[in-house]
């Protein structure tokens, strides 16, 4: 087949066009620069996880940032939980002695499954700090050292967390499960 060379050019005008005309006025555009609240967000959640309450004295900083991180992540998710328990608490009073599928027994049941996965979340934090715990006693090879301490401190710290709503969701499925 051959091609006509008087159709080429018509074509790759077309083509030049086409290239030219998506081409406009950096001005005409917004910035994609961060903005002063995102400037502003950003710095709030470093100066919160630089304040790191709690973190003893020796510890490399790079550690007291994550733990400080961690211990942010911790409360967040705690406070999520928190926050669904109260309906959560109703919901499972409410079917109370209700039969196994009922629609009260079901919304308790969602209910209580939304606490779950909040604690869920404090668990991944948990798994981190397992993690950073091993990290942190390999680099001790055997001495006592501040940073395994303070990974301690915060695991256990998320420890006692996971098991006070440990203990919310099973007295809450004890009373639906009646």
Same mark, same amino acid.
Request: hydrophobic content about 45%; overall charge neutral.
């Given at each position: ?10 074509? =790759?005008?077309?083509?030049? @066009?086409?290239?030219?005309? #998506?081409? /406009?006025?950096? $001005? &005409?555009?917004? +910035?994609? !620069? ?52 109260? =309906?959560?608490?109703?919901? @499972?009073?409410?079917?109370? #002695?209700? /039969?196994?599928? $009922? &629609?009260?027994? +079901?919304? !308790? ?67 639906? $499960?009646?």
């Amino acid at each position: 087949m051959k091609r006509s060379p008087h159709l080429f050019a018509p074509v =790759a005008l077309a083509g030049l @066009a086409a290239l030219v005309g #998506g081409c /406009a006025p950096r $001005s &005409d555009f917004p +910035s994609l !620069a961060p903005r002063p609240a995102e400037q502003a967000y950003a710095t709030a959640r470093a100066d919160q996880a630089a304040a790191q309450p709690g973190i003893p004295a020796g510890v490399s900083e790079a550690l007291a940032s994550r733990l400080g991180a961690m211990r942010i992540a911790a409360r967040d998710a705690y406070d999520v939980f928190d926050a669904r328990k109260p =309906a959560a608490i109703r919901a @499972a009073s409410s079917a109370s #002695g209700a /039969a196994r599928g $009922s &629609d009260a027994w +079901s919304a !308790a049941s969602v209910a209580i499954a939304g606490l779950e996965s909040a604690r869920s979340t404090l668990g991944m934090t948990l798994a981190d700090l397992d993690r950073l715990e091993v990290e942190a006693s390999n680099r001790a090879a055997g001495s006592t050292d501040a940073d395994v301490k303070a990974v301690r401190e915060i695991k256990n710290q998320v420890e006692a967390l996971i098991e006070s709503q440990t203990d919310v969701i099973d007295s809450l499925l004890g009373k639906i $499960s009646r």
